[in-house]
């Protein structure tokens, strides 16, 4: 890990090209949240992994993350997210098929995404190395110790809140909201046959980096 700004360690795509020019030769594993894309702008073959979240549980989860660091802001859960104009919306989606400089625009305003977006996410999803669930998080776990002999240690858990109960009404909203990614978050539970399991792929090779 370079560096302690939890911001620049998983948003900064300049940040990773700096530290890749100090010591690539040194990182094996880049973690993030960082469009696919960004494989275009550094060197090396890179194995791709990512873990997908169910797209209502995963705003509820952020909106309860945000409302724990900023008690003093008050308002409800909905308001909270009226103040987002959007801009969580679809969030897989646009991480799959936005270049980095389209990602770091859309935390300003929102991309007006349309179903060619849709369908080029759900390619780049099935391009993908290893795909994971976070329902199914440690048999993806046990996926990567097995296909790349990764040692992954215990668990560890960060930004943990207790879920709360929330309108249907708003769960609705949400979904609709989220469209694509809902979409493509079924996509993704064909690709890893609804249980976890991932459908047969050729053996890869890991990173060179």
Same mark, same amino acid.
């Given at each position: 890990?370079?560096?302690?700004?939890?911001?620049?360690?998983?948003?900064?795509?300049?940040?990773?090209?700096?530290?890749?020019?100090?010591?690539?030769?040194?990182?094996?594993?880049?973690?993030?949240?960082?469009?696919?894309?960004?494989?275009?702008?550094?060197?090396?073959? *890179? #194995?791709?992994?990512? @873990?997908? $979240?169910?797209?209502? +549980? &995963?705003?509820?989860?952020? !909106?309860?993350?945000?409302? =724990?660091?900023?008690?003093?802001?008050?308002?409800?859960?909905?308001?909270?997210?009226?103040?987002?104009?959007?801009?969580?919306?679809?969030?897989?989606?646009?991480?799959?098929?936005?270049?980095?400089?389209?990602?770091?625009?859309?935390? *300003? #305003?929102?991309?007006? @995404?349309? $179903?060619?977006?849709? +369908? &080029?996410?759900?390619?780049? !999803?099935?391009?993908?190395? =290893?795909?994971?669930?976070?329902?199914?998080?440690?048999?993806?776990?046990?996926?990567?110790?097995?296909?790349?002999?990764?040692?992954?240690?215990?668990?560890?858990?960060?930004?943990?809140?207790?879920?709360?109960?929330?309108?249907?009404? *708003?769960?609705?909203?949400?979904?609709?909201?989220?469209?694509?990614?809902?979409?493509?978050?079924?996509?993704?539970?064909?690709?890893?046959?609804?249980?976890?399991?991932?459908?047969?792929?050729?053996?890869?090779?890991?990173?060179?980096?």
């Amino acid at each position: 890990m370079d560096g302690t700004d939890p911001v620049k360690l998983n948003l900064s795509i300049d940040h990773l090209r700096e530290r890749l020019a100090a010591r690539g030769d040194q990182i094996r594993v880049i973690t993030g949240h960082l469009p696919l894309r960004t494989t275009d702008l550094i060197d090396g073959r *890179f #194995t791709t992994l990512t @873990l997908l $979240r169910e797209p209502v +549980e &995963r705003t509820l989860s952020y !909106l309860r993350e945000r409302q =724990a660091r900023r008690p003093a802001a008050g308002g409800s859960r909905e308001e909270m997210y009226d103040d987002l104009h959007g801009l969580t919306a679809n969030e897989m989606t646009k991480v799959l098929v936005l270049t980095p400089q389209e990602m770091r625009a859309s935390m *300003f #305003t929102p991309p007006k @995404l349309t $179903r060619d977006h849709r +369908e &080029r996410a759900k390619e780049a !999803l099935a391009g993908i190395d =290893a795909v994971g669930l976070q329902e199914h998080f440690e048999e993806f776990c046990d996926e990567l110790a097995a296909r790349f002999g990764w040692s992954l240690g215990p668990p560890v858990t960060v930004n943990a809140t207790a879920p709360v109960e929330v309108s249907e009404s *708003f769960r609705a909203r949400i979904a609709e909201d989220n469209a694509f990614d809902v979409e493509l978050y079924e996509f993704a539970k064909w690709l890893r046959h609804d249980d976890g399991s991932p459908h047969e792929r050729p053996g890869i090779v890991g990173a060179d980096r």
